[in-house]
């Protein structure tokens, strides 16, 4: 995937330099293409969403606590206190994959598709579209809109959130349209090919429910909002009980490690996580706030250091200590402290005897599906927005499931280690639920036990989702009880939490700081301003 990509940004770079149409002119033969076909755009496409994805992950999950590093290094530590390294480039890889990685490529895929009456992927075009846009703006709040792509313009104005929440679920209309529709020729085979969706296998209903996720997840946010317990909670119980009615049809994008072009951002061989190999520390590392939510913490008080649990996901996701002082045991770091915590592990686990890479552990292998949307964490959503309308009786029905959803996500896509661990048993899963660490009815079940849960199955890999959970509860220990709460002296900005990335500075704070300007953007603080979408 990672090879073909390549191919492609450098033909989008040739119908941009000067001098290309004239090339292209003198050109028109078979074997220099001048359009690109839909059908060999998917693919790196789909690697696109998850290279892009996972890059900038690495940053979230440390202002989210899934993850921090074990590093004292400012490069380290800076998002975990919530703030940004001076003329960086990190936190826009994003930026990055929805106007460049994905970019042209992704508008000729839809041109192409929509102009041939390839209308299956059009209908995967416009998902993937709506998908990455909601992805930019709830990172970052104002966005390029409609303008990122007009030729010539240099400099380009933002777009807030309203306008742009808007204009994705048009991209959702004109997917659901095209999933409706059939093409002339038959693609089913391409499709289903390995070089073709690798999500899907082209299968439209579940496509269709993937545009229904998108629509659920963005309601969800709107909590703030005074429609949400008469409007918007409406929407997210239908969209969500119109998406995945399982796992098995989470989106998730396929990988088969038979080679480094062809393997999950999160395992370690592409080494995004461990960046610069088995001793890097600046990500990767365990955190208290998931060892303690795993470890008794969802309800009760959280047993330190544990060798086990009554919740059989800690051994499953998390990998215990091979440090001789604590041996078998679940260790994890305070955020923000850095190196303060020994032989800390790294969430591949360690590496074998004699073996110069580590096996993978949970969906942080090579083989590993790459998640982008699944059904618990849908379902998490819908029993939120069912328990702030008061219909506390459903809300609990849906918290169940996505719990028990969560442990089948374990066995589906939890399992690609080269050791895996062992399935979750059907009888842990009803100790559990059965256990002082669920709600056992719909009277005492609260707004902390689902948002908790629901950041369990985020966890590793929903880092911009789990983001906006935490910032539409704006950082409250009442609702995400083991979010360790920073001291204000730690906090770098002000001693405020962020709301929002930095965009992307090789691209707006070198070419279009003007437009910048007029949104606060040059402001230091800038990133603990509240985007729209968690504001009243």
Known sequence: MKRLYKLYIAAAVLLTVGGCKKYLDINTNPAVPQTSKAELLLPPILFQMTNGTSQDYRLLWKFTQNMIGASTDIASLYPEKHSFVANSD????????????????????????????????????YAIKAWAYQQTTDLHGPI????????????????????????VRFYCEQSLKYSMMKSPLNYATQLASVTGDGIYKGDMAKWRKFVYAIYALQYSHLI????????????????????????????TVYFSAASQDDTNPFGPTLGY?????????????????????????????????????????????????????????????????????????????????????????????????YPIMTYSQ?????????????????????????????????????????????????????????????????????????????????????????????????????VFRQFYQIPAADLLLGGKYAYRFRPRYNSEYVWNAEELRKWGGLDPDYMTKETWFSQP
């Open 90 to 125: 990190n936190g826009g890889v994003i930026w990055r994959m929805t106007y460049v990685d994905l970019g042209l490529n992704l508008e000729n895929l839809i041109n192409d598709a929509v102009t041939n009456q390839k209308y299956e992927y059009a209908a995967i075009g």
């Open 273 to 369: 996580i461990n960046t610069a190999g088995a001793t890097a520390t600046y990500y990767g590392r365990i955190s208290t706030t998931i060892l303690n939510y795993l470890a008794g913490g969802v309800k009760g008080t959280p047993t330190v250091n544990p060798t086990s649990s009554l919740d059989p996901r800690l051994s499953r996701m998390l990998p215990a200590s091979t440090a001789t002082a604590t041996l078998g045991r679940y260790i994890a770091g305070v955020p923000t402290q850095g190196s303060s915590t020994s032989g800390l592990p790294i969430v591949f686990g360690s590496i074998p005897a004699g073996a110069t890479i580590y096996n993978g552990k949970y969906i942080f292998a090579d083989a590993a599906r």
């Open 378 to 478: 849908l379902r998490f959503a819908k029993a939120e927005a069912l328990f702030l309308q008061g219909k506390t009786t459903d809300a609990y029905t849906a918290y169940r499931e996505g719990i028990s959803g969560h442990m089948v996500f374990c066995n589906t896509y939890g399992r690609s280690s080269k050791t895996p661990d062992p399935l979750i048993t059907d009888a842990e899963i009803n100790t559990y639920l059965t256990s002082t660490e669920v709600a056992q009815s719909a009277a005492t079940l609260t707004i902390a036990d689902i948002m908790g849960q629901k950041y369990i199955a985020q966890w590793g890999w929903a880092g911009l989702e789990q983001w906006t959970d935490l910032r539409k509860y704006h950082y409250d220990a009442n």
């Open 144 to 167: 390029i809109l409609d303008e990122a792509f007009t030729p010539g313009m240099l400099k380009f104005p933002y777009h807030d959130q309203p306008e742009v929440y808007a204009k």
């Open 224 to 251: 703030n909002k005074p429609e949400f317990k008469t409007m918007y909670a409406d929407s997210v119980v239908k969209y969500v009980n119109l998406s995945f009615a399982n796992e098995s049809e989470s989106a």
